[in-house]
């Protein structure tokens, strides 16, 4: 069946000329050029940021001979010659260019819609503001135990589903983490997952998006489009969001007491949620609730997402870089309310609302604090009011931390948890490599 399908993209697509719009620092773009490239297409890349910026990206494609970039701009000659344009997700569909090119009528595609369109199988699909990432990998660790052909895509790092059209059969099935950007390709293609999960709605990208019900709107794409024999699996506290509207897929809602037993690894109430989710799932496909719940509860969770890094002389350090809006910080800090926490914070802004956080700093011992245009939006009112707890402002992460630790020791149990509230821009690539450099500074202290 798939070579089927792979065949016929290749008859398709053989000689055309496809455009890739932003190809991206994590390389995001980079599954769509080689896969387009082994179908016989020609390839031109387009992306506003400069080579030097994208070299890690480029270096992979040097094996690849029928592709063109065009870097730091946009050509509208490039968009107006296509046949075939696909967007990377955080690339805008009012981009001058874009507007201009489906003017002309030229089919505009996202990666995961596309893969929608032709996967042969079943795609599982999860979105969220939190828990998309943990869930996603915690359903694919289900699904591994009971069934055959199970593939891992979406928005992970490091992944291309795309490649999956080459070998996936009527039996595979696909779980997939969805963003809302990536949704916003299954609106333009009146698509959606046949299972869609949706763990939580918070304020978020509203550097991106006019306002919430848009950003909502991108999500809704998850089921909205579905079929009466879909399935929905939502979080109960979204039911009258949902309800708003129309769709023919069968609603199912959880909560967090739906899973029955503690976790062994994961931390906090949003996880249980997740887990929740997991457990629906699993009864919706007819699996061994008693097998499903013991591979649940011992799920261990992902790099990045309150990570447990290093316990030294009392102090435990928790990585939860991922959290990059205030409410993924009041989370955090829900995770660890019975303890010392030393929390490090800031970095840029998404023009969240931050009031609630601001709140919840009530909870916290010390507030480490990481330079950026969010942290300079509310240095003002934690001076204020936590003037004796706030420490730095910090250009220098090593230093952020080993002031926390400083600060830990103080304590005969300590938490020092970096869940920044904010996004990385201001002194890292993005979150991931914010990450990965306060798990090195943490191994060497």
């Known amino acids: 069946m798939s070579l089927r399908i792979y065949h016929k993209l290749k008859e398709k697509y053989r000689g055309k000329k496809i455009l890739v719009v932003g190809l991206g620092v994590l390389g995001g773009s980079l599954g769509v050029v080689q896969f387009f490239c082994e179908l016989g297409a020609y390839i031109t890349v387009t992306d506003k940021k400069k080579e030097e910026d994208l070299l890690s990206s480029i270096n992979k494609l040097k094996g690849f001979k029928n592709i063109n970039f065009h870097l730091g701009g946009h050509f509208l000659e490039d968009f107006l010659k296509a046949d075939l344009i696909f967007k990377g997700p955080s690339v805008?569909?009012?981009?001058?260019?874009?507007?201009?090119?489906?003017?002309?009528?030229?089919?505009?595609?996202?990666?995961?819609?596309?893969?929608?369109?032709?996967?042969?199988?079943?795609?599982?699909?999860?979105?969220?503001?939190?828990?998309?990432?943990?869930t996603t990998a915690m359903i694919y660790s289900l699904l591994k135990e009971f069934k055959d052909e199970v593939f891992l895509g979406g928005g992970l790092p490091?992944?291309?589903?795309?490649?999956?059209?080459?070998?996936?059969?009527?039996?595979?099935?696909?779980?997939?983490?969805?963003?809302?950007?990536?949704?916003?390709?299954?609106?333009?293609?009146?698509?959606?997952?046949?299972?869609?999960?949706?763990?939580?709605?918070?304020?978020?990208?509203?550097?991106y998006y006019q306002n919430l019900e848009d950003y909502f709107y991108d999500k809704a794409a998850i089921f909205l489009y579905q079929k009466k024999d879909d399935f929905l699996i939502a979080n109960e506290r979204l039911k009258s969001k949902i309800e708003k509207y129309p769709s023919l897929g069968k609603k199912i809602y959880f909560k967090k007491n739906d899973f029955p037993q503690k976790l062994n690894f994961l931390i906090g109430d949003h996880n249980l949620e997740n887990t929740a989710a997991c457990l629906k799932l699993a009864k919706i496909l007819n699996l061994s609730e008693e097998k499903a719940v013991k591979i649940i509860k011992n799920f261990s969770g992902l790099p990045f997402r309150l990570q447990k890094v290093k316990e030294k002389n009392g102090v435990l350090f928790i990585n939860d870089t991922t959290s990059t809006t205030p409410v993924a910080t009041e989370k955090a800090i829900d995770a660890f309310s019975q303890k010392n926490i030393i929390l490090i914070l800031g970095g840029n802004s998404k023009n969240l609302p931050f009031d609630a956080l601001v709140k919840k700093l009530e909870r916290v011992e010390k507030i480490i604090l990481l330079n950026g245009s969010f942290t300079k939006e509310i240095i003002p009112i934690l001076t204020q009011k936590y003037k004796n707890k706030c420490v730095g402002l910090f250009d220098n992460l090593k230093e952020a931390v080993e002031e926390a630790y400083k600060s830990g020791l103080s304590f005969k149990e300590a938490v020092v948890l970096f869940s920044p509230g904010a996004t990385s821009f201001s002194m890292f690539k993005n979150e991931f490599h914010r990450g990965e450099e306060f798990n090195k500074i943490v191994s060497k202290l």
Request: glycine share 8%; aromatic share 12%.
């Open 92 to 134: 805008p569909w009012d981009l001058p260019e874009i507007v201009e090119a489906y003017k002309k009528g030229i089919p505009i595609e996202m990666e995961m819609a596309f893969v929608a369109k032709y996967f042969p199988g079943k795609i599982i699909g999860i979105t969220g503001t939190r828990g998309k990432s943990t």
């Open 158 to 207: 490091g992944i291309s589903t795309i490649e999956y059209l080459k070998k996936a059969s009527e039996n595979s099935w696909l779980v997939a983490e969805l963003s809302s950007w990536s949704l916003s390709g299954f609106h333009r293609s009146k698509i959606s997952p046949h299972i869609a999960v949706f763990t939580s709605f918070y304020p978020d990208h509203l550097n």
